[in-house]
């Protein structure tokens, strides 16, 4: 059974961090993905399989980390010097990329409409 629970999210002021959390199970490429108001959902990150490669979008990298405990299922994503731009949902759900030039890579996911979680809110502001 596929299930994708997020949690973990927020208030934070801008400079904080926050650690979100994802319970997910029947994928073993798990990332995370937001939405901010009135924009469209972009992929911010991406742990391929248990132990293979991390990938990040250029406007969360050096700040975000993503980790994840095989043994609990769970995928984080540790957020540190959080923006008021960061302000946004947060999903989890499969992962992987596509390469749109020499190593810069965008995350991605096979998440129709429908299949989405509730996420998890994250607001930064002062």
């Known amino acids: 059974q596929v299930r994708f629970v997020e949690s973990g999210g927020g208030l934070v002021q801008p400079g904080g961090s926050l650690r979100l959390s994802c319970v997910a199970s029947?994928?073993?490429?798990v990332g995370w993905f937001r939405q901010a108001p009135g924009k469209e959902r972009e992929g911010v990150s991406c742990?391929?399989?248990?132990?293979?490669?991390?990938y990040y979008s250029d406007s969360v990298k050096g700040r975000f980390a993503i980790s994840r405990d095989n043994a609990k299922n769970t995928v984080y994503l540790q957020m540190n010097s959080l923006k008021p731009e960061d302000k946004a949902v947060y999903y989890c759900?499969?992962?992987?990329?596509?390469?749109?030039?020499?190593?810069?890579?965008?995350?991605?996911?096979?998440?129709?409409?429908?299949?989405w979680g509730q996420g998890t809110l994250v607001t930064v502001s002062s």
């Open positions: 759900a499969p992962c992987g990329v596509d390469e749109i030039a020499a190593d810069t890579f965008v995350v991605v996911t096979t998440f129709r409409e429908n299949d």
């Open positions: 029947g994928y073993t490429s």
């Open positions: 742990s391929m399989r248990p132990s293979g490669p991390k």
